[in-house]
T-cell receptor, first 110, second 117 residues
Framework: DAGVTQSPTHLIKTRGQQVTLRCSPK?????VSWYQQALGQGPQFIFQ???????QRGNFPDRFSGHQFPNYSSELNVNALLLGDSALYLC?????????FGPGTRLTVT | AQKVTQAQTEISVVEKEDVTLDCVYE???????LFWYKQPPSGELVFLIR??????QNEISGRYSWNFQKSTSSFNFTITASQVVDSAVYFC??????????????FGQGTTLQVKP
């Protein structure tokens, strides 16, 4: 049974560019959440998707958007990248309370 | 406020010592879940345990044990006979269950544990 998978593993982008990160949830899980983890900090909640709708959102600007597909996989899009967007982006999937995380995508903005 | 505090930023122990990681939480909700995650250098958050607010029984899993006390809003994590492989960052997290929160995890700042041989 595959766990949560994320792609790509690493990414380097230039300020002002746009990026798309991808996540496939654990088998049987219908909810996907995205978190941003800056170096030395705890993860911060970006948003959560359920039944292809954004169900809850954290304190992130509209530059951060997402999507969930009918197979429950999800994408995180970030537009107009800033240097401060450099972080580890974690995807978590869940069926009920309790979230299982993927390995993350490390985004570096130069 | 809904918050998780891990006051210990870094802990260093020698292998085989016992170590306790502290976690204090704040929430207005009466129903909530508490979690511990381990984050090794690879970056992936590894789920260790989930407790709900109605179950104050302590739990033991091998060398790991958890002490949940609602009276002090604490959910502490003890590693017995620590090993070098326990070296990682440990996060305590909270999901308060209310109409406004459907599953957002609120994390503490993390405690870096270093176990020296």
């Amino acid at each position: 049974d595959a766990g949560v998978t994320q792609s790509p593993t690493h990414l380097i982008k230039t300020r002002g560019q746009q990026v798309t990160l991808r996540c496939s949830p654990k088998s049987g899980h219908d909810t996907v959440s995205w978190y941003q983890q800056a170096l030395g900090q705890g993860p911060q909640f970006i948003f959560q998707y359920y039944e292809e709708e954004e169900r809850q959102r954290g304190n992130f600007p509209d530059r951060f958007s997402g999507h969930q597909f009918p197979n429950y996989s999800s994408e995180l899009n970030v537009n107009a990248l800033l240097l401060g967007d450099s972080a580890l982006y974690l995807c978590a999937s869940s069926l009920m309370a309790g979230q299982y995380f993927g390995p993350g995508t490390r985004l570096t903005v130069t | 406020a809904q918050k998780v505090t891990q006051a210990q930023t870094e802990i260093s122990v020698v292998e085989k010592e016992d170590v306790t990681l502290d976690c204090v939480y704040e929430t207005r909700d009466t129903t909530y879940y508490l979690f511990w995650y381990k984050q090794p250098p690879s970056g992936e958050l590894v789920f260790l345990i989930r407790r709900n607010s109605f179950d104050e029984q302590n739990e033991i899993s091998g060398r790991y044990s958890w002490n949940f006390q609602k009276s002090t809003s604490s959910f502490n994590f003890t590693i017995t006979a620590s090993q070098v492989v326990d070296s990682a960052v440990y996060f305590c997290a909270l999901i308060p269950l209310s109409s406004s929160n459907t599953g957002k995890l609120i994390f503490g700042q993390g405690t870096t544990l270093q176990v020296k041989p």
